[in-house]
């Protein structure tokens, strides 16, 4: 069966450090993987996702990146972060075509 | 512009009885639609999902419900039970082929023993 590894699962960072949350994907292979942040009392929003290794879109502009360096890893970076990063990060994949995605437990992000 | 609308924040159901769940869109090209259950500090777990081309798909006590002229979807629960007490998102995909999944804002649904 699949999994879903995303860590830590709560994170503490003051304003203009820097961030690498890390996803990571068992049991299937060149997944779509998805990155998300949901801000306090909003939907989920999409940030970036990926159909392979190196190809990353980007779905809102911000002082966020991702890279996908292996095929079942997704890792999302700041190198300088806002106070308006905080939120909850999800991470997810998914297969081909009409098939839901699986979401990670999720990182709480807190900037002081 | 939220293109998929939950416009129900909470909804409190007794246990035993059906908790229906409430979710509008606004873009006529989404073909792809899903419910998602959310508990606190975890991510969302994938419940039921219902393509453009049907008007219900049941699974269990799950039943998704697309009318496609009203640009609505709900999710019927029966019979509730405390365990589904969470907060459920719908969610849309676009064009056919898109990988992108635009999500309501999620209910609240409190199951009252």
């Known amino acids: 069966s699949q999994t879903i590894h995303q860590w830590p699962a709560t994170l503490v960072q003051p304003v203009g450090s820097p961030l690498s949350l890390e996803c990571t994907v068992e049991?299937?292979?060149?997944?779509?993987l998805y990155w998300y942040r949901q801000a306090a009392g909003r939907g989920l929003q999409l940030l970036f996702y990926?159909?392979?290794?190196?190809?990353i879109s980007s779905e809102v502009p911000q002082n966020l990146s991702a890279s996908r360096p292996q095929d079942r890893q997704f890792i999302l970076s700041s190198k300088k972060l806002l106070l308006s990063d905080s939120g909850f990060y999800l991470c997810?994949?998914?297969?081909?075509?009409?098939?839901?995605?699986?979401f990670g437990d999720g990182t709480r992000l807190s900037i002081l | 512009d939220q293109q998929v609308k939950q416009n129900s924040p909470s909804l409190s159901v007794q246990e035993g009885r059906i908790s229906i769940l409430n979710c509008d869109y606004t873009n006529s090209m989404f073909d792809y639609f899903l419910w998602y259950k959310k508990y606190p500090a975890e991510g969302p777990t994938f419940l039921i999902s219902i393509s453009s081309i049907k008007d219900k798909n049941e699974d269990g006590r799950f039943t998704v419900f697309l009318n496609k002229s009203a640009k609505h979807l709900s999710l019927h629960i029966v019979p509730s039970q405390p365990g589904d007490s969470a907060v459920y998102f719908c969610?849309?995909?676009?064009?056919?082929?898109?990988?992108?999944?635009?999500f309501g804002t999620g209910t609240r649904l409190k199951v009252l023993a």
């Open positions: 969610a849309a995909r676009g064009t056919s082929g898109t990988y992108k999944y635009i």
């Open positions: 997810a994949w998914s297969r081909q075509g009409e098939q839901p995605q699986h």
């Open positions: 990926s159909v392979g290794i190196g190809q």
């Open positions: 049991g299937t292979s060149n997944p779509n």
